[in-house]
């Protein structure tokens, strides 16, 4: 995934998704130096975004980076800091749109009309 020169091996890696995804979250693992390590840069529906990559300066501790916040990604381009690079594994994603409770909201706002309709009748 990335051209190894002696012992460097961070070149950015791109992950394209043929069909937009959702929820998406990896892990991460390397010789990891204290704070920033690396940035996750996120192309979405309707724009980008970017998610620094944190290392706590333990050796081969794993880190976790959570892309939830974005809907409908499309692109990751993860680019290290980290001179010997990084290992990346399970990612995870949904693939389509975010489920959504519908009768449980339409019933929620149902019952919020319902509820000011009664205040309002009860006033008059």
């Not at 070149?11 to 979250?25: D, G, I, K, Q, R």
């Not at 192309?43 to 944190?54: E, K």
């Amino acid at each position: 995934m990335c051209p190894v020169n002696g012992l460097e091996c961070n070149a950015p890696l791109t992950v394209t998704f043929t069909n937009p995804v959702n929820a998406l979250t990896f892990g991460f693992v390397g010789d990891n130096d204290t704070g920033v390590i690396g940035t996750a840069d996120v192309t979405f529906t309707g724009g980008t975004g970017s998610v620094d990559l944190i290392g706590d300066g333990n050796v081969f501790s794993a880190g976790f980076v959570d892309l939830t916040a974005f809907a409908d990604v499309t692109q990751v381009v993860i680019t290290m800091t980290n001179p010997v690079g990084l290992a990346f594994d399970d990612f995870t994603f949904t693939v389509g749109a975010l489920a959504v409770p519908e009768s449980a909201t339409l019933a929620l706002l149902g019952a919020g009309l319902a509820g000011l309709a009664f205040a309002r009748r009860r006033t008059a």
